[in-house]
């Protein structure tokens, strides 16, 4: 029997250039709760890791669409929603547990809290501190046969941003721990599992594998790959846009980035409007690869080719397509002097 569906970070966010962009973040997200309450007898709890929103003041959109979530979450089970409050659910840096998740009518771990939430199973629950010595500080209350639920990460983790900032000992780390705040799944040592999140929310996240986590009512913890749906980031250079042939664009929310080189590229504009109508994808926009980062030869001169030549045909036509207030004598003057 089935007792807790676990999801990481879902940050919500409605983009109003990509319309269809929160939509599926919660078409995945309530297909994985359908999915998982027919797998099992009886779901009874819905954890949320933390980050449910994006921005740390989300918009009223954005408001609008956790309770629709949640709305439609009570049509399809009866499970409890309990929500660890992340940093970006915070209100500010200050820890005082001032959120915008207490509009809504959740089971909100805000502070921290002993509350055995789940039934016949020893849990805490640890929110984000700013603080690390608060969580460094509870850590040392677990008993060891206890799980822990939390939204923190520990030495070793990257963040979001690829920057290594946590101080927390995992050796410290008592109990069985399931994490959110880190986004892609790792596990380390035997008793701790960073979940990661349930789709991708950025480009540095592009390529990865997205998973779900399950908590039976024995005590055991299954981790699942999340195949439903949501927002996709792809990476691609000009030359593998074909690798993009057969994009599930219904199921995803497909962002793409392409990688050009400057020397070699013409009109990004066109090629834009170009790949959103051939692969139909939701976005693309374009970033230049730095010249020390490519491979090839980045000159553009070709010896069999003949060397190009100024002529009084090619300066007439760049002075009369010039908006130059110039006269337009003195500009066909000036650039014979430099075909001279």
Same mark, same amino acid.
């Given at each position: ?10 940050? =919500?966010?409605?983009? $109003?250039? +990509?319309?269809?962009? $929160? ?36 918009? %009223?959109?954005?408001? =609008? ?35 915008a998740l207490s509009l809504f009518n959740i089971s ?8 055995? =939430?789940? /039934? ?5 629950? +640890? %929110? ?11 850590? *040392? ?8 639920? #939390? ?12 920057? @290594? ?21 790792a596990k380390h040592d035997p008793n701790i599992t960073?979940?990661?999140? /349930? ?8 390529? *990865?594998?997205?998973?779900?986590? +399950?908590?039976?009512?024995? #005590? ?9 749906? #949501? %927002?996709?980031? +792809? ?6 846009? $074909?690798?993009?042939?057969? =994009?599930?664009?219904?199921?995803y929310c497909n962002l793409v980035r392409i990688w ?16 959103? *109508? ?22 553009? @001169?070709?010896?069999?080719? /003949? ?8 300066? *007439?036509?760049?002075?009369?397509? $010039?908006?130059?207030?110039? /006269? ?13």
């Open positions: 029997m089935g007792k807790a569906l676990i999801i990481g970070d879902i940050h =919500l966010q409605v983009l $109003s250039h +990509i319309p269809r962009y $929160s939509e599926c973040q919660v078409e995945s997200i309530l297909r994985l709760i359908e999915n998982e309450r027919g797998a099992f007898d009886n779901l009874n709890y819905i954890i949320f890791l933390g980050d449910v929103f994006d921005k740390r003041k989300p918009d %009223p959109s954005t408001l =609008l669409l956790f309770q629709d979530l949640l709305d439609q979450i009570v049509l399809i089970t009866n499970a409890e929603v309990i929500v660890i409050m992340g940093n970006h659910d915070a209100e500010s840096k200050a820890d005082n547990g001032i959120t909100l771990v805000n502070k921290y809290n002993e509350w055995d =939430l789940l /039934p016949n199973l020893r849990c805490r629950f +640890i %929110p984000h501190y700013e603080n690390e010595d608060k969580i460094r500080e509870l850590l *040392k209350d677990v008993k060891d046969d206890e799980w822990i639920f #939390g939204h923190y990460g520990f030495t070793g983790c990257i963040n979001a941003q690829g920057i @290594y900032d946590f101080n927390l000992d995992p050796k410290t780390f008592k109990g069985n721990t399931v994490l959110g705040h880190i986004h892609k799944y960073i979940l990661g999140t /349930p789709y991708h929310t950025s480009f540095h996240e592009a390529g *990865k594998v997205n998973y779900y986590g +399950i908590l039976t009512d024995d #005590g055991k913890l299954q981790i699942k790959e999340q195949v439903y749906g #949501g %927002p996709r980031y +792809i990476n691609v250079s000009l030359d593998d846009l $074909s690798k993009l042939e057969g =994009l599930d664009t219904e199921k050009l080189n400057p020397i070699k590229t013409g009109d990004h504009l066109d090629l834009i409007s170009e790949v959103i *109508k051939k692969y139909g994808v939701d976005w693309v926009d374009v970033k230049f690869i730095q010249l020390t980062d490519i491979k090839d030869d980045l000159s553009t @001169y070709n010896p069999s080719m /003949p060397v190009f030549n100024i002529n009084e045909a090619i300066i *007439k036509d760049y002075v009369e397509q $010039s908006k130059s207030l110039i /006269p337009y004598d003195v500009l066909m003057e000036g650039l014979r002097e430099i075909e001279d």
